[in-house]
């Protein structure tokens, strides 16, 4: 059997050069040493990166395929005495549950939440809050970010949100998977969902936020683009899968009477194997916070998804 190789050896040469070289275990144990009471935390499921203090980032950075990481995930406190041990505990998870508060920080934040947002249930529309926050910010006027109520009160969602995650699934070879759309007066969401014994489990969630234009499309228009922006970021499940969905929204774009934007979704939304089925219950808690949540922080929002009936 032939298997391709490529050599990434020469990459080295053109990234920086580490001057702080991770500590080896053995000194990293015999820290501890010395402290009867010691309490291990871990930040489980790899979503609870603990933002370093920006002087020590260089000196806890290292180096993957995706870019520069400077965070901690696993957390030693060495106590000697139990008095202590509280005190510390308590002093780590107050550190725990600091919001963003400057530029960088919540910078920071939108980087991790775009690589979470396929865990996510309505990702962008629950992010608005905190996207708002950076508008009109630049280099020259950066002293004058301000971190919001609306911000805060989206941050604790996300966060609540984050420890209550779905377990994702993988989709079944000639499997038929089910799609929810919901469109909101500043953004799009969609899951793809597997039916397995009755129960519906997430695949990936898809969100984004819409353009200034975008926000003045009719409900059609805005599901239709919904439909697409799935179909384009989900395209390998979309091309080998049977898609059934609640919203009639094929049979509607394939109306002769159909033109402009519209008819050139239809075209590319045509392409995909997509039927209507009417569903009569929500199957489970995450589609239900799917349809019927309203993101904290959001306002005016206006839900034009077809609900069922619970």
């Not at 975008?214 to 384009?232: G, T």
Request: charged content about 25%.
């Amino acid at each position: 059997m032939w298997r391709m190789c490529i050599d990434f050896k020469n990459v080295n040469s053109a990234y920086p050069k580490d001057y702080y070289p991770l500590l080896e275990i053995d000194l990293k144990i015999e820290s501890a040493m010395g402290f009867p009471y010691k309490c291990f935390l871990n930040a489980y499921k790899g979503y609870h990166q603990i933002q370093m203090s920006e002087e020590d980032e260089e000196k806890t950075a290292f180096y993957i395929d995706q870019g520069t990481y400077s965070y901690v995930d696993d957390m030693v406190n060495k106590s000697k005495t139990e008095h202590e041990m509280i005190i510390d505990i308590a002093k780590t998870f107050d550190n725990l549950r600091k919001s963003s508060k400057t530029l960088k920080e919540m910078q920071s934040l939108s980087g991790k939440l775009a690589a979470l947002n396929r865990f996510l249930s309505r990702s962008a529309e629950r992010a608005l809050p905190f996207f708002e926050t950076l508008k009109n910010i630049t280099k020259e006027n950066k002293e004058d970010y301000r971190w919001t109520k609306d911000a805060e009160r989206a941050f604790q969602e996300m966060k609540r949100l984050i420890i209550e995650l779905p377990t994702p699934t993988t989709p079944v070879p000639k499997e038929t998977l089910c799609v929810y759309l919901v469109a909101s007066k500043d953004a799009v969401s969609g899951v793809l969902m597997a039916d397995r014994e009755g129960k519906q489990t997430p695949i990936r969630f898809v969100s984004r936020t819409l353009h200034e234009v975008e926000r003045n499309y009719a409900p059609l228009k805005k599901l239709a683009l919904c439909l697409l922006h799935l179909s384009r970021m989900l395209r390998m499940y979309f091309e080998v899968h049977l898609i059934s969905m609640d919203q009639p929204i094929k049979q509607i774009l394939n109306k002769p009477e159909v033109s402009g934007k519209l008819a050139k979704y239809a075209v590319e939304i045509g392409a995909y194997n997509i039927t209507y089925v009417p569903r009569n219950a929500v199957k489970g808690q995450v589609l239900v916070d799917f349809i019927n949540k309203v993101p904290t922080g959001t306002k005016h929002l206006e839900i034009y998804s077809i609900t069922p009936c619970v």
